[in-house]
């Protein structure tokens, strides 16, 4: 049972770019040494940049996609990649 659901898990986040996962990691990481909303993201804000100015493929899509039909449609495609797996 344990196995089935960190499959599952597992199939949710793979759409993400490792380097954006390494960093997301590493922003929990910090918010859980922090042990606070205010200065997890007062610590967190170099991690925030960085993840927001990633040029990867997906990004990329997505930028083009809120030029094209708006952000309500870019982010309707970038949640479909998560949720496509389920």
Do not use: H
């Amino acid at each position: 049972m344990l196995n089935t659901a960190a499959q599952a898990l597992a199939l949710r986040i793979a759409p993400t770019p490792l380097p954006i996962l390494r960093l997301t990691k590493q922003a929990l990481t910090r918010a859980y040494e922090a042990k606070g909303l205010r200065t997890a993201v007062a610590t967190n804000v170099d991690i925030s940049c960085l993840i927001n100015g990633a040029n990867t493929p997906e990004q990329q899509e997505f930028d083009k996609i809120a030029a094209a039909q708006g952000l309500k449609a870019a982010l309707a495609w970038r949640d479909s990649r998560y949720n496509a797996s389920n």
